[in-house]
Structure formats: C-alpha cells, structure tokens
C-alpha cells in the first residue's frame, strides 16, 4: 500500500490532507498534515470556490442535477475538510442561516416549472434534493451545536418513514413532486438525508437511519426492477464519478460505508465488489464518466487515473476493510 499512499501524497493539496487524515490516520496536529491543509486552503482553485460560494445563494435551481450549483461546491468544501475556523467560511454560512425555513431545513433559491406542480417563479425554499446537502456541510463545518442545525436535523429526520425518505419539498413550491408515487422513496434524497446524519453519530443506529439504509440496500438488490422517482441502479450508476453530486456507486458507497454496521451486508458487499472490479493493477482508479463544470480538477477527465478519485475508493475499501 505504501507506493499508492506515495503517489496520492504527491498530487493535490486536499488529496495530500484527507490520505494523511483518513488514510493514514496521521493526527491533525503534526506538521506535516497543518502544512497539507494550509496549502489546501491556500490553493487557487479553493480559494476561488469559496470566493465564488460568498454570492450565495446564486443562481435558481432549476435541475438539481446540474454539477455547477452552489450546493454541490459547497458540499466538496466540507468534503475535503475546511471548517467555520477557515477563511471565508463564515460568510458563507452566515448567508445560508439568514435563510433558515420556519421549520428549520435552510433555503434556496429555487424555480420550479409549473409543468412538474411548481411556480415557475423564482423563490427560497427547501426540497429532499438540496436541503440535505446544506445540512451536511454545516455539520461537517463544526455547526453541529448550532440550534438551527440540530433544528434543521430534526425537522427533516422526522420526515423519514418506513421506507425511508420520500420526495418533498416546501410549500413556497407549489405543488411539486417528484415523477413517482407519493409512497415511494426517492432515492436520491434517501441517499443525501443519510449523507447528512452520517456526521452525527449518535444517529448511526437511529430507526430512521436504519430505514434509509435498508431502503438504499433493498434498492440495490432489486434494481432491475425497483426504478422510484426513474432512478437506475444500471451501467451509468456504476461509472466512476467525481465529486459526488447525484446518484452513483460511488456516492452510495461512500454514505454507506460510514455506517460500521452494515459492513458484513451481502448487498453492500455486491457494490463494493463492483468498485474493486474497476481497481487497477497500480490500485488505482479512473473516472469512468465526468461533470463538466469540474473538468479542470483530476477528476474531471476520462484518460488517466485521478488521485481524488483514487482516494475516494480507497476511502471506503478503508473503512469496509481495514486497508
């Protein structure tokens, strides 16, 4: 393992930071992982997204889908680890708590068409498929204490159901919902609504996190069947994909493998053996498939191997296996 841990020691700085951290297991107080994460911060591209993040919300969500949004940027910063402490984070969240719901989940600007029950107006609100995402970074920012977080978390926890979490969305919408049945889950909110109570641990043994996670799993093993909301669980769910924005093997693995106790799973062993069958002989993996809005990271290219992405595998081969 030591020459694919050198080789990602040698690309980007949040590469660099999260192998020591997650993969390494180096303390975060040894020089060498504060000097990783201060050229982190310090790297144009960083620097450059969190400039770009002080204008939120920007611009309305029309597709939640679209790589470019506010929301997928934002949660790759918590991803790679920077926090309220860091330079130009709290200009960020302050803009995002000035827009906290009566209920509790943050807002966004939105523009439903009325073709799908919407407004087709411009106007903050929440839906299962971005809220969950602002949840998640202010958890991962070091918010957890904050009693608009912990409101936030349990006004969307309560949503859950048997089946896990369905397609819903705030009232300022209209009447919009999802192309599915109203006893379906959606899958994608299911995914990111676990994304976000992963951060809490005291939730991973929760009977609404187990209720997810049993709706992603039983997902899995009948997807040839089982399509709610047109979600597939096909040839492009499987590719290779970063950073995680929608709904992909990657993605799913990653929220999973963050629940200890589902490890021994068949159906979760059925996906990771999926993702170890696109390992190289080198241990390392390439994007099968790209977001063009993030074609100038390592990731964003189909014809060599990415170390961000090669990371993100490891990651959860790490956390399943030991390794």
């Keep these: 393992m030591q020459t694919i841990y050198d080789w990602l020691l040698e690309g980007d700085a949040w590469v660099q930071y999260r192998t020591r951290i997650d993969l390494l297991g180096e303390d975060a107080g040894l020089a060498v992982v504060r000097q990783a994460r201060q050229s982190m911060l310090e790297h144009p591209k960083i620097k450059a997204l969190v400039a770009e993040l ?40 302050d803009r995002i708590f000035e827009h906290s719901s009566q209920n509790g989940p943050f807002q966004v600007l939105v523009n439903m068409p009325k073709a799908f029950g ?25 918010y957890g204490e904050d009693q608009r977080v912990q409101a936030a978390a349990a006004f969307l926890s309560g949503l859950g159901r048997e089946n896990g979490w369905p397609c819903t969305a705030s009232p300022e919408i209209g009447k919009f919902h999802g192309p599915g049945q109203k006893s379906d889950p959606c899958p994608y909110a299911n995914l990111i609504m676990l994304k976000a109570l992963a951060q809490e641990k005291s939730l991973h043994d929760s009977t609404v996190c187990r209720g997810g ?27 290779l994909k970063a950073p995680f924005v929608w709904y992909d093997l990657l993605h799913v693995l990653d929220v999973l493998s963050q629940f200890a106790w589902i490890k021994d799973d068949p159906r979760l062993q059925e996906m990771l053996d999926v993702l170890r069958t696109k390992e190289g002989t080198d241990q390392r993996f390439t994007p099968e498939s790209v977001w063009m809005a993030w074609k100038d990271w390592d990731f964003g290219q189909k014809r060599e191997s990415s170390r961000w992405l090669t990371f993100a595998c490891l990651r959860i081969l790490h956390r399943l296996e030991g390794s």
């Design 213 to 239: 996670i049993e709706t992603q799993l039983s997902l899995w093993k009948e997807r040839t069947v089982m399509h709610p909301y047109i979600f597939y669980m096909g040839t492009d769910f499987c590719k």
């Design 118 to 142: 919407g407004t087709g107006q411009d106007c903050m609100a929440w839906t299962l498929c971005d809220t969950p995402l602002i949840l998640y970074a202010l958890l991962k920012f070091g």
């Design 54 to 93: 002080s204008d939120w919300p920007g611009a309305a969500i029309t597709n939640h889908k679209n790589a470019n949004l506010f929301i997928h940027k934002l949660s790759f910063l918590a991803e790679i680890g920077l926090t309220k402490n860091d330079p130009g984070i709290e200009t960020i969240t």
